[in-house]
């Protein structure tokens, strides 16, 4: 099971302020960089371990993906989970802490997946410069850590 870090709240809401302003950019601050660095912050592991520096766009993303085995990021997300001991939960579930995923098209995607994370009542993703917030009705799934 994931292991949480003692003050891993705090650490959290640390890494989402520390991301407030930073840009858009495939690779580098996407909607799963930016996830994995707040959870990495929280919790004891990195879900981008092996991904990181591989894709520039959203194509390359998605060559990755496929790459890796799987057919959509919902795929990728749900495998990197679990193999930390995670599970998919539903989104009326989400509490502090868990990855969510939506379906909403943001940025240059022509379907929508993408993921954020659940910072206290907020659903948050990246933005063109910093973070979207979400309502729970946007959510398709959402990942529980520990």
């Not at 890494?15 to 909607?31: I, M, N, Q």
């Not at 919902?74 to 939506?102: E, S, Y």
């Not at 993408?114 to 729970?136: D, M, N, Q, S």
Request: with cysteine; charged share 25%; net charge positive.
């Amino acid at each position: 099971m994931t292991l949480r870090k003692a003050d891993w709240q705090a650490n959290l809401l640390a890494a989402v302020r520390d991301k407030k302003h930073t840009v858009f950019e495939y690779g580098s601050h996407d909607c799963c960089t930016a996830a994995a660095d707040v959870i990495k912050a929280a919790f004891d592991i990195d879900l981008m371990i092996g991904l990181r520096g591989r894709y520039r766009s959203a194509a390359g993303a998605m060559r990755v993906i496929r790459n890796e085995g799987f057919d959509d990021l919902r795929g990728l997300v749900t495998a990197r989970v679990q193999a930390h001991g995670g599970k998919p939960i539903a989104p009326a579930f989400a509490t502090m802490g868990n990855l969510v995923m939506t379906d909403t098209a943001l940025h240059d995607q022509t379907r929508g997946e993408a993921v954020g994370v659940c910072a206290g009542r907020k659903f948050l993703f990246p933005g063109e410069v910093g973070w979207i917030t979400l309502g729970r009705g946007d959510l398709i799934t959402a990942f529980r850590l520990s």
